[in-house]
């Protein structure tokens, strides 16, 4: 992805949404001929000429202080994902460019699949930044079933809700889900625009995926760390379903989600039947796999 387009796009973008009525400007007669704000606004409420903020809006953040950009996510009102996304961008205007690359897969340390598996009324799973789901506990497995039965690999939710027909059925708030998974992956690009993985997943949603197109297209960026996840499972149905997203501080990049359902309501009766589901998928597994070896051994 190219760093002067995106920053281009991103302030534009950002700009076009704000009225000159909520920043408080005053309201003059007439037709305007953009949309929000103009160039010239955005400078005077950020402190800089204009002659600068042209420079900066036509994706040029190079040798941008820390005040400019404090400045600028202020005027534009940025909350606190935009402005992380703002710095992020400036960052990468402002180190070598580097040739986009693979990233090896990050193993899961056994502590950590540890930890999932002692969480044994919660689904949980841990993802990285392009959304691939690389660990599970029981529950977590069970809850994403549907997920992991496309057989595209490695498992990831992004591809998984734009590409499968399924997900509609799956994911009831699918357009809100959507919404979240692009502003997520462009919060991730911005965060790590040379990560190779991360780019040829982006690309093959724009390609296959109209939906997706138009949702990058905005540009949206998102903290997801907490709220509410709607499912309709094909073994116990609906669930509402809590859920807290923490990073990992030992190993960056990668996101502990867990979900969880209030005592007493109906999704809290569901996960305890998706835990005997569950169970029953592993009894069946255990004895699939002795079947298995015994037919090796005869």
């Known amino acids: 992805m190219d760093n002067r387009s995106e920053v281009r796009e991103f302030l534009t973008s950002r700009r076009a949404r704000i009225t000159p009525q909520q920043a408080g400007l005053p309201a003059y007669s007439g037709n305007r001929r953009v949309k929000g704000l103009r160039r010239e606004e955005v400078a005077m409420l950020a402190g800089v000429s204009a002659e600068y903020y042209a420079r900066l809006e036509r994706g040029n953040l190079s040798g941008v202080s820390e005040t400019v950009l404090d400045s600028l996510a202020r005027a534009l009102q940025l909350d606190e994902a935009e402005h ?129 197109r138009t949702l990058w297209a905005a540009h949206d960026v998102r903290l997801h760390q907490t709220g509410v996840k709607l499912f309709r499972h094909p073994a116990v149905g609906e669930l509402a379903l809590d859920f807290e997203a923490m990073p990992i501080p030992t190993d960056p990049g990668l996101t502990l989600t867990a979900l969880s359902a209030e005592p007493g309501t109906p999704s809290h009766d569901s996960l305890k039947l998706l835990a005997s589901w569950a169970a029953t998928l592993d009894q069946h597994d255990r004895a699939s796999t002795a079947t298995t070896d015994s037919e090796h051994s005869a």
């Not at 992380?84 to 580097?98: I, S």
């Not at 986009?100 to 950590?112: A, G, H, K, N």
């Not at 789901?133 to 039965?149: E, Q």
């Open 84 to 212: 992380a996304h703002l710095d992020d961008l400036a960052r990468t205007a402002n180190t070598t460019r580097r040739t986009p690359r693979r990233r090896p897969r990050q193993p899961i340390r056994p502590s950590l699949q540890h930890l999932l598996d002692a969480m044994t009324e919660a689904p949980a799973f841990i993802r990285n930044g392009r959304l691939d789901i690389l660990a599970t506990n029981r529950l977590g497995r069970a809850l994403y079933d549907p997920v992991f039965a496309d057989p595209a690999r490695p498992v990831n939710l992004a591809r998984y809700q734009f590409l499968n027909p399924t997900a509609a059925d799956f994911l009831p708030r699918l357009d809100h889900q959507d919404a979240a998974a692009v502003a997520l992956l462009r919060t991730e690009a911005g965060r790590d625009p040379y990560n190779r993985d991360l780019t040829d997943l982006i690309g093959e949603l724009s390609t296959r995926s109209e939906k997706f």
